[in-house]
């Protein structure tokens, strides 16, 4: 279980994160909406302890790691695995290199044992025959899916995914939700997604939260969501260009 | 109105204590920063495993592949010295120091600070933005949440290859230096090969050496710091990177210098 209680965070004055609470139970994938700089990735990287909050905590199975030392941090943070949004795959490593990079670090396996766990990774998320090739010579979509190769390389418990869709075509953003259920039904793991794309959201989540100014303003099953009364959220599902979202950033605009 | 309160804004103290503040607190922020990196440079090559084969590879990437570069940098040093010296030294009747000012001054000062210089130019600004594009494309996070310290992956390997290829390349500067005040030397003034060698080398003494090499090492801490730090606090895209990129060459340049200037003063006293 994660409970994350009353995270803020500041960057210089811009106040990112005003207060996050959340809680994700054991098994359920939570998607976390909101619009594009409202702290969806900053939160995330919270939950990974790439960040450290200014007040608040984020425990994991009752387990805080920003109070770890940095050893003890990066053995408990074997346990989560991260689809970053641009799959930040390293340049100078090959696929394989890539996907089996925490196995190669962490642990005394063979290489022929991580070739081995590397390429069943990569054919559970549908690629084969590219190990051996650089991240350049792949194509946006063949990126997400040797990102989440590497992500769950090392059998986490939890994974995060920063934008799984983002800059995919229908097709692609489709077989990339398709493999993030497939990941949940093998893998029994939670799941953190953060997105923008509501036939994303729908497909894949639990329970659908939003981020709004630094504060969840709402939580609920998709339905739930769908049918929320909350204007806000309203505007943000439908994708409406006119609203209190926009009205508001409006306003700030020209009270500038 | 507008043009008024540009005006104001251009005249105002405030504004401009403001902005004198803000540099200050950048400076610091910069000064701060390097430091905390160099300290934790320090204590992971003390506590963690060191990568060799990446630290081979930045041995080629800062030493082997900087060969022509400082070759043609100290070739034509040498070859300036000689001349300038030369033409000072003939109003005394005093030509054959030639030889002695040419290899004192490379080994004591122009060895290090011209090799440093050159690789501050080519390497810091090539650490820089190798590490600034892997901040901005979020491979340093990814580092992170693969359990990796990026510390110790990606400035540990720098930091040894810069230290002992300053070192290298620095005797290399100081070897091909003298040989281009040979040639100019032997070839341009009519001093003798023997009597060229034999005072270039007797004019040396193991400090004038062993203080251009400990320059030489300090330079290449200097340098791979510095530009893992500008790499480490690029933002903002590709726009970022250029800029965490001058930076690097930049402030590594300054604290070559000054630090040049530290250790000649330690060196002249002690």
Redesign the interface.
């Known amino acids: 279980m994660i409970q994350i209680q009353g995270i803020h965070k500041w960057f210089g004055t811009h106040h990112v994160l005003k207060g996050v609470d959340l809680t994700i139970m054991e098994g359920e994938t939570i998607v976390i909406i909101g619009r594009s700089g409202c702290g969806k990735s900053v939160l995330l990287?919270h939950i990974?302890a790439?960040l450290e909050p200014d007040e608040g905590d984020i425990r994991i199975d009752g387990r805080s790691m920003f109070s770890m030392k940095?050893e003890e941090q990066?053995?408990f943070?074997?346990k989560?695995?991260?689809l970053?949004?641009?799959a930040?795959?390293?340049?100078s490593l090959t696929v394989l290199e890539n996907v089996g990079?925490?196995l190669l670090?962490?642990t005394k396996l063979s290489e022929e044992t991580v070739t081995q766990r590397v390429l069943e990774k990569l054919r559970m998320v549908g690629l084969a025959g590219v190990e051996n090739l650089m991240p350049a010579s792949l194509s946006g979509g063949m990126k997400k899916r040797v990102g989440l190769a590497?992500a769950i390389c090392?059998e986490p418990k939890i994974i995060l995914y920063d934008e799984p869709t983002t800059g995919l075509d229908p097709i692609n953003a489709d077989v990339i939700n398709e493999l993030i259920l497939r990941m949940q039904k093998q893998l029994k793991v939670v799941s953190i997604v953060v997105t923008h794309d509501m036939t994303s959201a729908y497909k894949v989540a639990d329970r659908i939260a939003m981020l709004y100014e630094g504060r969840i303003i709402g939580i609920g099953t998709p339905d739930e969501i769908r049918n929320s009364p909350d204007p806000i959220i309203q505007q943000f599902i439908t994708g409406s260009a006119r609203g209190p979202i926009t009205d508001k950033q409006q306003k700030e605009t020209e009270s500038l | 109105m507008t043009n008024w309160n540009d005006l104001r804004r251009t005249v105002s103290v405030r504004v401009w204590l403001q902005k004198f503040g803000a540099g200050c607190l950048d400076i610091f922020q910069g000064a701060g920063g390097i430091a905390f990196l160099f300290k934790d440079t320090c204590v992971l090559l003390a506590s963690k495993k060191i990568r060799w084969k990446a630290t081979l590879d930045q041995m080629n990437k800062i030493g082997v592949q900087s060969l022509p570069l400082v070759f043609l940098t100290a070739f034509f040093t040498g070859m300036v010295l000689a001349l300038q010296s030369a033409y000072q030294l003939r109003l005394f009747s005093a030509e054959k120091f030639t030889a002695d000012l040419i290899s004192v001054s490379l080994c004591r000062e122009l060895g290090p600070v011209l090799t440093s210089m050159v690789v501050a130019g080519r390497v810091g600004a090539s650490i820089a933005a190798e590490l600034g594009?892997?901040k901005v494309?979020?491979?340093i996070?990814?580092?992170?949440?693969?359990?990796?310290?990026p510390v110790q992956y990606l400035v540990i390997p720098r930091f040894i290859a810069a230290l002992f290829m300053l070192l290298v390349l620095t005797i290399y500067a100081d070897v091909i230096g003298m040989f281009g005040g040979y040639l100019i030397s032997v070839f341009k003034l009519g001093m003798s090969s023997h009597m060229y060698i034999k005072r270039g080398i007797d004019a040396l003494v193991v400090k004038d050496v062993v203080t251009g090499l400990i320059k030489a090492f300090f330079f290449g801490g200097i340098i791979s710091v510095v530009g893992c730090y500008f790499g480490f606090t690029a933002r903002d895209g590709a726009e970022g990177v250029g800029r965490a990129t001058t930076l690097a060459v930049v402030v590594s340049l300054i604290m070559v210098i000054a630090s040049d200037a530290l250790f000649s003063a330690i060196f002249y006293f002690f």
Do not use: Y
């Not at chain 1, 930040?88 to 340049?91: C, E, K, N, T, V």
């Not at chain 2, 996070?141 to 310290?149: E, G, T």
């Open positions: 990287k990974m790439i940095q990066d053995q943070r074997l989560l695995g991260m970053f949004q641009g930040a795959l390293f340049d990079f925490s670090e962490h590497r090392n | 594009t892997m494309t979020e491979q996070d990814a580092l992170k949440s693969l359990a990796m310290n």
